[in-house]
């Protein structure tokens, strides 16, 4: 039985974690100007918020523009997002803030969710002494996110919460399920095995739970502005983001067969989500999400039709439970090191999220954790094929 820790060792843990953390707040907050805040990913939520908070159009390009200039940035073209408005509310308070307050606070949130995240995938995989799990506050798509501002580590809070409370508090589990709406595309496969796991009774409500989480988040931003959802179909049918080459394998088997062909790009996410279905429906009855449902979310991944590599961020849980099945592999290890130290390039170099080197980068997480969890050296992967 591990010896209890005193109240007073606890505290002084969490002293330092303030005090490191508020260095650090401080320092990057020292370093910031108006060029640095404005390139970010960031400054697209930021602005909308900022239009949604005064009632005006969070998709309209020309007045996100305004409101990008205004905070400094010199660019000509406007930074809009194309997240559906689903949970726009709970970010509300970024209106209410400059674009470098706003910034320094998305910041300190995303670390926040970071360090749960860890403590939340730490206790769902038995609480190892190992100390493994710090390998999260070094993952590259994790410093990609925190560079850029992007969404991945809420993506990654969100399933770490569902795969801790999925079997005890599962309306909790599905509910916080929805900042991935933000991004739908990246989890079609893994939403399509939620949908068949409904017709189980824990899996009802993971998904009532999601569903309810939707139609407040969806409420709430109706009830500031009425006509956001026709404003947002307006701007998609503007944009022209198919014709932009992204990093994904999706997009780069379009543009190596028919670039005009846009159905290409959907064609592994529709495999995808065959597969998931034939492969949650020969398993349901010892289906875990802790084990089945990590490949699952390694999967949507590589397939997704379009993402960045700040998306896969929420790949954490994968890389955790690849080192835990294969901890005393050396080449499991060396494959990690190859890919990790492969991403910090990107991340070390600032390459754009735009840049083609990241295309490689999701399939490799796949092939990675199939080696590490299905490798023959992996007794504990051993089991898992044989059950």
């Known amino acids: 039985m591990p010896a209890k820790k005193s109240p007073l060792r606890i505290l002084a843990a969490a002293a330092i974690v303030v005090v490191g953390a508020g260095l650090v707040i401080c320092t990057y907050a020292l370093g910031l100007d108006n060029q640095s805040v404005t390139g970010r990913d960031y400054i697209q939520y930021w602005a909308a918020e900022r239009l949604l908070a005064v009632g005006s159009n969070p998709y309209d390009p020309a007045l996100i523009l305004r409101e990008q200039q205004a905070a400094g940035m010199t660019d000509p073209a406007p930074k809009v997002t194309l997240s559906p408005p689903v949970a726009f509310f709970f970010a509300l308070p970024l209106g209410f803030m400059s674009a470098k307050t706003g910034l320094i606070a998305w910041l300190l949130v995303s670390l926040v969710c970071l360090g749960l995240s860890i403590r939340l995938l730490w206790i769902e995989f038995g609480r190892p002494t190992t100390g493994y799990h710090l390998i999260g506050l070094c993952f590259p798509p994790a410093l990609a996110c925190l560079m850029a501002g992007q969404l991945g580590i809420f993506f990654l809070l969100g399933v770490a919460i569902f795969l801790r409370f999925n079997r005890t508090w599962p309306w909790l589990a599905g509910a916080a399920l929805l900042p991935c709406a933000l991004k739908p595309h990246l989890f079609l496969p893994l939403a399509a095995v939620l949908v068949l796991g409904s017709l189980r009774r824990n899996g009802l409500r993971v998904s009532a739970g999601f569903l309810l989480a939707l139609a407040v988040s969806c409420a709430l931003t109706l009830w500031i502005d009425p006509r956001i ?7 998609m049918h503007s944009v022209r983001i198919m014709e932009v080459f992204l990093p994904t394998t999706s997009v780069a088997l379009r543009f190596t067969i028919d670039r005009g062909a846009h159905w290409i790009e959907f064609v592994p996410t529709a495999v995808a989500c065959a597969w998931a279905v034939w492969y949650f429906w020969t398993r349901r009855e010892r289906w875990e999400w802790n084990r089945q449902g990590i490949l699952l979310l390694v999967v949507s991944l590589a397939a997704a039709p379009y993402s960045w590599f700040s998306d896969q961020a929420v790949l954490l849980p994968a890389v955790l439970a690849g080192i835990y099945a294969s901890e ?28 083609p080197f990241y295309v490689w980068t999701a399939p490799a997480w796949l092939g990675w954790y199939l080696y590490a969890v299905y490798s023959k050296r992996s007794a504990n992967a051993l089991e898992a094929i044989a059950n």
């Open 229 to 235: 959802w026709s404003q947002y179909w307006q701007l």
């Open 328 to 355: 005393t592999n050396p080449r499991s290890w060396a494959l990690l090191a190859l890919v990790g130290v492969g991403g910090m390039v990107g991340v070390a170099e600032a390459f754009q999220l735009t840049s």
